[in-house]
């Protein structure tokens, strides 16, 4: 069985495609370009994904993308990061272009369920996964199964307001989680903080990559540079702050995180984890394994993946 995973995102759209022994065969990216609209994406989606249903004989496409979704009926709610999208039928759109059915979850469901077959691989039963990228997602497994609430909309850790009268976030409101952790809020503490961005861009950045990212303030405080590394202890904090309120919400056996920010674990874990463990109710945050996720692109793995689950049963 071969299924085709897609992960929609701000700037980039990657599709791929994998095999039910989760060895991927094929990989390839196309800029979205939300602004052009939401035909003009799902004409240029809806081509590639029929292709690749030819070419790889794919039975299945499961598709994760940042927002508020209905999983049921295949609709994009609404998508922050993706010029303010509404109501986009984007499973219906894509199964009469291609013929296969297709199953649309939030990317961090689809994160999650990539942590729990490929990370964790099925060892623990309740577990919480968490996208650190432009925004921040989490997804729920419950007794090995994805949990949606009532509405298809549990788990949107990113929008839990840290401070009402905080930050902007994205999504209109004032101080989410997102708004202090998403990789844009980073960056806006990054501007606030660094007096020389030239100068600071030209010394860190990585080769080929001559901008400022979290790339290049993970380098600097890999240097020692004390405003990158507070920057990233704040994150780490505020991080903490979050993800003790989820653990004492759902007290998961494994909390795991991924997405492109996680990959400065190595400055931010420190302090998230010293948030965890100042907690007075202490029982969950005794039991609960953290992880960071060897895999970066876990959204798009698991769209691959629970597609295939669904076509199988």
């Known amino acids: 069985m071969k299924g085709i995973g897609i992960d929609i995102g701000g700037t980039n759209t990657k599709l791929i495609v994998m095999d039910d022994k989760n060895t991927l065969l094929h990989e390839e990216r196309f800029h979205t370009a939300p602004e052009n609209g939401q035909a003009d994406f799902i004409k240029r989606l809806g081509a590639a994904a029929k292709r690749l249903k030819q070419e790889w004989k794919a039975v299945s496409i499961g598709i994760g993308a940042a927002g508020d979704m209905d999983p ?145 303030l993970t380098r600097a405080a890999d240097n020692g540079h004390k405003p990158a590394l507070k920057i990233w202890r704040d994150m780490g904090e505020n991080l903490g702050r979050g993800l003790a309120d989820m653990i004492l919400f759902f007290n998961p056996d494994c909390v795991v995180l991924t997405g492109g920010v996680s990959k400065a674990s190595r400055h931010f874990l420190g302090p998230l984890k010293s948030v965890l463990a100042s907690q007075q109710i202490t029982t969950p945050f005794v039991k609960v394994k953290l992880v960071v996720a060897r895999n970066a692109d876990l959204g798009v793995y698991g769209a691959a993946l629970l597609g295939m689950e669904r076509a199988r049963h």
């Open 72 to 216: 049921e009926k295949g609709i994009l709610r609404f998508a922050p990061n993706l010029n303010q999208w509404r109501n986009v039928p984007l499973a219906v759109s894509l199964k009469k272009i291609t013929g296969l059915d297709c199953v649309l979850e939030n990317d961090a469901n689809m994160a999650a369920w990539g942590a729990y077959e490929l990370e964790i691989k099925r060892r623990y039963r309740n577990v919480v996964a968490v996208t650190l990228g432009t925004g921040i997602g989490s997804g729920i497994i419950m007794d090995g199964r994805l949990y949606h609430g009532s509405t298809g909309s549990a788990g949107e850790l990113g929008h839990c307001k840290l401070d009402r009268a905080g930050e902007q976030c994205h999504c209109g409101a004032k101080g989410c989680l997102e708004a202090y952790c998403g990789s844009y809020a980073i960056m806006r503490s990054a501007r606030r903080a660094i007096k020389n961005p030239e100068a600071f861009i030209a010394r860190y950045a990585a080769p080929g990559r001559e901008r400022l990212n979290t790339i290049c």
